[in-house]
């Protein structure tokens, strides 16, 4: 099967409750296995428009690239597979890219944005992240966070500052200690998981999260993992319902089959006939 084939994703975004406007992007791109989620920040609409350029770029440039190569070769000069570096290389590209539009137009200056993307090849998903912009999984009954914030208050509760049941009442929830945009140069958060069909991923700004408990966001997918379109209003409604202080965004991607790389000499021969 292949990856749009084996993939069903939706995605929904909201301004709020209290936001006039909404500076969260969401793009995906099925036959290509690729979601991208990015939460913006900054003055008058420079968030929108930080996350806009992140969005753009990795989508364009990542679609582009794949029109080329297969994300399980490895890349002879890192080492690694060519869909980590295509994340990873393309969230620098677009850090320049919205670093650079700051530094040129006033109306833009310290514009940034957090970043969650993920790529669905060979039987597995590479996700790079920067910032508070969170991936899930749910996978049978357990349901987890596959991504680690980049923010004060997980270094607060990875040093042992504070508890997570206090985290949850902690006034820092927002502050960042990694954006795309801000400097010149960021460093993006990467791994590869394996996938099982029937597991079910999440994206989502922390307008969700900081909304809405862990666990009633994993009800809620419990509850609706057969129905991905309501899944991702239902979330948006809790967010709204429990004060909406944010824009909300969610993309779900449910793994309706396998999805691995072709092998063989006929794989072998379509790559030659490539390079």
Request: with cysteine; aromatic share 4%.
């Given at each position: 099967m292949n990856v749009k084939d084996a993939l069903e994703i939706v995605s929904q975004t909201n301004p709020g409750m209290v936001r006039s406007h909404n500076e969260d992007s969401v793009t995906f791109d099925a036959p290509h296995g690729l979601v991208v989620l990015a939460d913006g920040m900054g003055g008058y609409n420079a968030g929108e428009v930080a996350s806009g350029i992140a969005v753009s770029v990795l989508s364009s440039e990542i679609r582009h690239s794949l029109d080329e190569v297969r994300p399980e070769e490895i890349d002879p000069a890192s080492g690694?597979?060519?869909?980590?570096?295509?994340?990873?290389?393309?969230?620098?590209?677009?850090?320049?890219?919205i670093f650079n539009a700051a530094?040129?137009?006033?109306?833009?200056?310290?514009?940034?944005?957090?970043?969650?993307?993920?790529?669905?090849y060979d039987d597995r998903v590479a996700v790079a992240h920067v910032g508070d912009s969170r991936m899930y999984r749910l996978r049978d009954e357990v349901f987890?966070?596959?991504?680690?914030?980049?923010?004060?208050?997980?270094?607060?509760?990875?040093?042992?500052?504070?508890?997570?049941?206090?985290?949850?009442?902690?006034?820092?929830?927002?502050?960042?200690t990694r954006a795309v945009g801000i400097d010149a140069n960021v460093v993006p958060e990467v791994h590869v998981h394996d996938v099982q069909p029937g597991d079910v991923y999440l994206l989502c700004s922390d307008g969700l999260n900081d909304m809405v408990e862990d666990e009633d966001i994993g009800a809620t997918l419990q509850m609706l993992r057969?129905?991905?379109?309501?899944?991702?209003?239902?979330?948006?409604?809790?967010?709204?319902?429990?004060?909406g202080r944010d824009n909300v965004s969610v993309i779900l991607v449910k793994v309706k089959g396998g999805y691995?790389?072709?092998q063989g000499w006929l794989a072998k021969l379509k790559s030659w006939f490539k390079s």
């Amino acid at each position: 099967m292949n990856v749009k084939d084996a993939l069903e994703i939706v995605s929904q975004t909201n301004p709020g409750m209290v936001r006039s406007h909404n500076e969260d992007s969401v793009t995906f791109d099925a036959p290509h296995g690729l979601v991208v989620l990015a939460d913006g920040m900054g003055g008058y609409n420079a968030g929108e428009v930080a996350s806009g350029i992140a969005v753009s770029v990795l989508s364009s440039e990542i679609r582009h690239s794949l029109d080329e190569v297969r994300p399980e070769e490895i890349d002879p000069a890192s080492g690694d597979e060519v869909g980590v570096v295509l994340l990873r290389e393309n969230v620098k590209k677009a850090n320049l890219s919205i670093f650079n539009a700051a530094q040129s137009q006033p109306q833009y200056s310290g514009m940034g944005t957090t970043i969650v993307t993920a790529l669905f090849y060979d039987d597995r998903v590479a996700v790079a992240h920067v910032g508070d912009s969170r991936m899930y999984r749910l996978r049978d009954e357990v349901f987890e966070t596959i991504t680690r914030d980049h923010s004060l208050l997980q270094e607060q509760i990875d040093s042992g500052v504070i508890s997570k049941e206090m985290a949850k009442l902690s006034k820092n929830k927002n502050l960042v200690t990694r954006a795309v945009g801000i400097d010149a140069n960021v460093v993006p958060e990467v791994h590869v998981h394996d996938v099982q069909p029937g597991d079910v991923y999440l994206l989502c700004s922390d307008g969700l999260n900081d909304m809405v408990e862990d666990e009633d966001i994993g009800a809620t997918l419990q509850m609706l993992r057969g129905n991905l379109a309501l899944a991702a209003v239902q979330l948006i409604e809790q967010a709204n319902d429990n004060g909406g202080r944010d824009n909300v965004s969610v993309i779900l991607v449910k793994v309706k089959g396998g999805y691995a790389a072709p092998q063989g000499w006929l794989a072998k021969l379509k790559s030659w006939f490539k390079s």
